[in-house]
């Protein structure tokens, strides 16, 4: 609260406003209206006109201890509070508390007779009276142009509507005043004529059987707005105008990562899961186990002890319970520890908006760590091409925001273009997760991969998972020649494997003892070959020895005759080159 | 009824009232409209009354409380409080037909 007028504070040097205190209205406006000065509301009847003058008092009176006056010229006193109350307004307790005061101005044509010149001063007195009565600071006129249908003469009551305006200005009212929607004119009468610095349309169409309320911000001099039409919707708590382009793209990111609850699926995800706080989208054609993966990732959120808020538009929650069980799953003890909560509701009960406004009403109150919502697309459908979308964007900004995790399954249609059918919604989304039917060998396998993770490595591969009395099993799928083998395929496949292996170990053993064979083969040969050498080398150095011995000999004998012919001494040492040479010879 | 009754004040168009006729003026200040809307209205009654009036002016300027009662929008207003039902005519009166009509002393045209 604080920081929001903190925020209007700082707003207010350019142009002062007036928070609505509707929900999103002051988002749009950047503030609220006009402060000091008349707001003009039109509309059809039956889009909620009266009600935003209401709340716009009571908000005021409420939560910016702003006193208003209600001048009312259709319901009486009695009848608006009755019709307020029914959004947890107590008008009575605050018109007691001097906080709103309710004037029910009653004009009837064929009651009064108008006779010469008069001026409308007594509705001035009126109001001047009821305003300094509370001291009100806001000021609502609801409808006005019930004026022109009591009263005869228009020039007059031009011009003192003319004067009203300008006297509530003088006053420094913040006014809202209603008026029916014109034809070719914003209203009925031509009030915008008077009413120029803010005026705000409301619309209730019907589309496709569905009614939806629309809000737009048609002109507010000064001041910058958001200028789309916004749908709004009138919960049990007032109005809330759901803008959906004025949220920006400034969420905070976590790094921590959660367990899905399938323990190959998270190996998948980088080892560790989804994000935190990340949008999942699960898509599938029927019977593909969209419903059974979203339980598993409730139990296994619940089982850490976080809250988690279930959406469900097929099945009621007893049936989801029940066929649970039959995969092992037990939902029922985390509803009775108040972790996990289930949300039933038909899509076609009532509109998007409205759908939307109840989802956020349930996640604020129950503040759920995770999200599921089981399927998205059926309750897309319920709204037209654009709505959905945006919708969806809603919701998971909504999400984010709150830091929770959210798993939507997503239903498509036949078996063709999958990625495409989700084009839309698929961008919004941080993590895709493509479930599978394959059909082959007279059987249906389901299969499962990680289209896109933002933010982690995963894993490329299509796996096989299979559910059974125990949950769900993730397993790897072969891929073979022709294409992926799932089911009793894939066993097959597994035992031609084994087969193929262990041919190839006996073919390996074979080898080796091939290979044994022959490296003593080899070796035998080598000590053969070795045993040669050595005989050889031994002959040789028998033959050296031989040949040096001789040599000796010869020389010995060669000197003993030189002694012997009485020769010099040089003589007798040029013998050993004359041996050389005869060697050589 | 209501069609008889008038056409009978037609035939008798200054039909002097049984019981004592009610008449409140309601002014916010002294205005020129208002002076001439009391001046009128006194005109007329004496014509049209006789004597079988009582006129009250209440000025919206020194009791503006009283304005939610009457349903006041328009200043100056003539009430007649009795003989029931309560009408009510807006305006300086500076046109007696009306006012005639206005307090069913005479259906219009």
């Given at each position: 609260?604080?920081?929001?007028?903190?925020?209007?504070?700082?707003?207010?040097?350019?142009?002062?406003?007036?928070?609505?205190?509707?929900?999103?209205?002051?988002?749009?406006?950047?503030?609220?209206?006009?402060?000091?000065?008349?707001?003009?509301?039109?509309?059809?009847?039956?889009?909620?006109?009266?009600?935003?003058?209401?709340?716009?008092?009571?908000?005021?009176?409420?939560?910016?201890?702003?006193?208003?006056?209600?001048?009312?010229?259709?319901?009486?006193?009695?009848?608006?509070?009755?019709?307020?109350?029914?959004?947890?307004?107590?008008?009575?307790?605050?018109?007691?508390?001097?906080?709103?005061?309710?004037?029910?101005?009653?004009?009837?044509?064929?009651?009064?007779?108008?006779?010469?010149?008069?001026?409308?001063?007594?509705?001035?007195?009126?109001?001047?009276?009821?305003?300094?009565?509370?001291?009100?600071?806001?000021?609502?006129?609801?409808?006005?142009?019930?004026?022109?249908?009591?009263?005869?003469?228009?020039?007059?009551?031009?011009?003192?509507?003319?004067?009203?305006?300008?006297?509530?200005?003088?006053?420094?009212?913040?006014?809202?005043?209603?008026?029916?929607?014109?034809?070719?004119?914003?209203?009925?009468?031509?009030?915008?004529?008077?009413?120029?610095?803010?005026?705000?349309?409301?619309?209730?169409?019907?589309?496709?059987?569905?009614?939806?309320?629309?809000?737009?911000?048609?002109?507010?001099?000064?001041?910058?707005?958001?200028?789309?039409?916004?749908?709004?919707?009138?919960?049990?708590?007032?109005?809330?105008?759901?803008?959906?382009?004025?949220?920006?793209?400034?969420?905070?990111?976590?790094?921590?990562?959660?367990?899905?609850?399938?323990p190959r699926l998270d190996k998948m995800?980088g080892g560790?899961?989804?994000?935190?706080?990340?949008?999942?989208?699960?898509?599938?054609?029927?019977?593909?186990?969209?419903?059974?993966?979203?339980?598993?990732?409730?139990?296994?959120?619940?089982?850490?002890?976080?809250?988690?808020?279930?959406?469900?538009?097929?099945?009621?929650?007893?049936?989801?319970?029940?066929?649970?069980?039959?995969?092992?799953?037990?939902?029922?003890?985390?509803?009775?520890?108040?972790?996990?909560?289930?949300?039933?509701?038909?899509?076609?009960?009532?509109?998007?908006?409205?759908?939307?406004?109840?989802?956020?009403?349930?996640?604020?109150?129950?503040?759920?760590?995770?999200?599921?919502?089981?399927?998205?697309?059926?309750?897309?459908?319920?709204?037209?091409?654009?709505?959905?979308?945006?919708?969806?964007?809603?919701?998971?900004?909504?999400?984010?925001?709150?830091?929770?995790?959210?798993?939507?399954?997503?239903?498509?249609?036949?078996?063709?273009?999958?990625?495409?059918?989700?084009?839309?919604?698929?961008?919004?989304?941080?993590?895709?997760?493509?479930?599978?039917?394959f059909?082959g060998n007279?059987?249906?396998n389901?299969v499962?991969y990680?289209?896109?993770?933002?933010?982690?490595k995963h894993s490329n591969q299509i796996r096989e998972f299979l559910?059974?009395?125990?949950?769900?099993d993730v397993v790897d799928a072969y891929i073979g020649a022709s294409g992926v083998l799932t089911g009793s395929a894939r066993a097959a496949q597994g035992a031609l494997e084994k087969a193929a292996t262990l041919a190839s170990q006996q073919d390996a053993a074979q080898l080796k003892r091939e290979v044994a064979r022959k490296r003593i083969a080899l070796e035998r040969q080598i000590s053969d070959l070795r045993a040669d050498y050595e005989s050889e080398a031994l002959e040789l150095r028998r033959i050296a020895e031989q040949v040096g011995t001789r040599s000796i000999?010869?020389?010995?004998?060669?000197?003993?005759?030189?002694?012997?012919?009485?020769?010099?001494?040089?003589?007798?040492?040029?013998?050993?080159?004359?041996?050389k040479?005869?060697r050589k010879? | 009824?209501?069609?008889?009754?008038?056409?009978?004040?037609?035939?008798?168009?200054?039909?002097?009232?049984?019981?004592?006729?009610?008449?409140?003026?309601?002014?916010?200040?002294?205005?020129?409209?208002?002076?001439?809307?009391?001046?009128?209205?006194?005109?007329?009654?004496?014509?049209?009354?006789?004597?079988?009036?009582?006129?009250?002016?209440?000025?919206?300027?020194?009791?503006?409380?009283?304005?939610?009662?009457?349903?006041?929008?328009?200043?100056?207003?003539?009430?007649?409080?009795?003989?029931?039902?309560?009408?009510?005519?807006?305006?300086?009166?500076?046109?007696?037909?009306?006012?005639?009509?206005?307090?069913?002393?005479?259906?219009?045209?």
């Amino acid at each position: 609260m604080k920081i929001q007028r903190a925020k209007f504070n700082a707003s207010a040097r350019l142009l002062p406003k007036c928070p609505t205190g509707i929900q999103g209205l002051d988002e749009i406006t950047g503030g609220g209206v006009p402060r000091g000065r008349p707001t003009l509301v039109c509309g059809g009847a039956g889009c909620g006109k009266t009600l935003l003058a209401t709340e716009f008092l009571v908000r005021g009176a409420m939560q910016f201890d702003e006193p208003g006056v209600f001048m009312a010229f259709e319901e009486t006193e009695s009848e608006l509070t009755a019709n307020v109350a029914s959004l947890g307004f107590d008008l009575a307790d605050l018109v007691r508390r001097k906080k709103i005061m309710l004037d029910y101005v009653h004009i009837e044509r064929s009651e009064i007779q108008e006779s010469g010149e008069y001026d409308l001063e007594g509705l001035f007195v009126r109001l001047n009276h009821a305003i300094e009565t509370i001291g009100a600071k806001r000021v609502v006129l609801d409808t006005l142009e019930a004026l022109f249908g009591g009263l005869h003469n228009e020039a007059i009551l031009r011009n003192e509507l003319r004067r009203l305006f300008r006297w509530l200005k003088d006053k420094g009212m913040t006014a809202v005043i209603t008026a029916e929607r014109g034809r070719e004119q914003l209203t009925r009468r031509g009030l915008e004529e008077y009413v120029s610095d803010c005026v705000i349309l409301l619309d209730h169409r019907v589309n496709d059987q569905i009614a939806t309320r629309h809000l737009r911000v048609v002109k507010y001099r000064g001041a910058l707005h958001g200028t789309n039409e916004f749908p709004f919707l009138i919960g049990n708590d007032g109005i809330s105008v759901l803008p959906i382009t004025s949220l920006a793209l400034n969420h905070v990111v976590s790094n921590e990562r959660i367990a899905t609850g399938i323990p190959r699926l998270d190996k998948m995800l980088g080892g560790r899961g989804f994000f935190r706080g990340s949008s999942i989208l699960l898509t599938g054609t029927a019977g593909t186990g969209k419903t059974s993966v979203a339980a598993n990732f409730a139990q296994a959120a619940g089982r850490r002890g976080e809250r988690v808020l279930f959406f469900s538009f097929e099945e009621s929650p007893n049936q989801i319970i029940r066929n649970m069980q039959s995969i092992g799953l037990k939902l029922d003890p985390l509803i009775k520890r108040g972790l996990l909560r289930f949300h039933s509701a038909r899509p076609s009960l009532y509109g998007l908006e409205m759908h939307l406004a109840t989802m956020f009403k349930e996640i604020a109150a129950f503040k759920p760590h995770v999200v599921v919502i089981d399927p998205i697309t059926s309750l897309i459908e319920s709204g037209s091409g654009s709505e959905g979308k945006g919708m969806v964007t809603r919701l998971i900004d909504y999400l984010k925001a709150g830091h929770i995790t959210s798993l939507f399954t997503s239903l498509t249609q036949g078996d063709h273009a999958l990625q495409q059918s989700e084009g839309g919604m698929s961008s919004l989304m941080d993590a895709w997760l493509l479930l599978q039917d394959f059909e082959g060998n007279g059987e249906r396998n389901r299969v499962l991969y990680v289209l896109k993770a933002r933010g982690m490595k995963h894993s490329n591969q299509i796996r096989e998972f299979l559910i059974s009395d125990h949950g769900i099993d993730v397993v790897d799928a072969y891929i073979g020649a022709s294409g992926v083998l799932t089911g009793s395929a894939r066993a097959a496949q597994g035992a031609l494997e084994k087969a193929a292996t262990l041919a190839s170990q006996q073919d390996a053993a074979q080898l080796k003892r091939e290979v044994a064979r022959k490296r003593i083969a080899l070796e035998r040969q080598i000590s053969d070959l070795r045993a040669d050498y050595e005989s050889e080398a031994l002959e040789l150095r028998r033959i050296a020895e031989q040949v040096g011995t001789r040599s000796i000999v010869l020389g010995t004998e060669r000197a003993a005759s030189g002694i012997l012919r009485q020769a010099d001494a040089n003589a007798a040492a040029s013998v050993p080159p004359r041996s050389k040479l005869l060697r050589k010879a | 009824m209501k069609i008889k009754t008038s056409k009978r004040r037609t035939v008798t168009p200054v039909h002097p009232p049984g019981p004592l006729w009610q008449l409140r003026l309601y002014v916010a200040g002294q205005t020129p409209k208002s002076m001439m809307a009391l001046q009128n209205l006194k005109t007329f009654c004496k014509t049209h009354l006789k004597g079988h009036y009582r006129i009250r002016v209440i000025d919206l300027l020194v009791q503006p409380q009283l304005a939610k009662g009457d349903q006041i929008l328009a200043i100056p207003t003539v009430v007649r409080l009795l003989p029931k039902p309560v009408r009510s005519i807006i305006g300086n009166l500076s046109d007696t037909a009306s006012v005639l009509v206005g307090l069913d002393l005479r259906a219009a045209n």
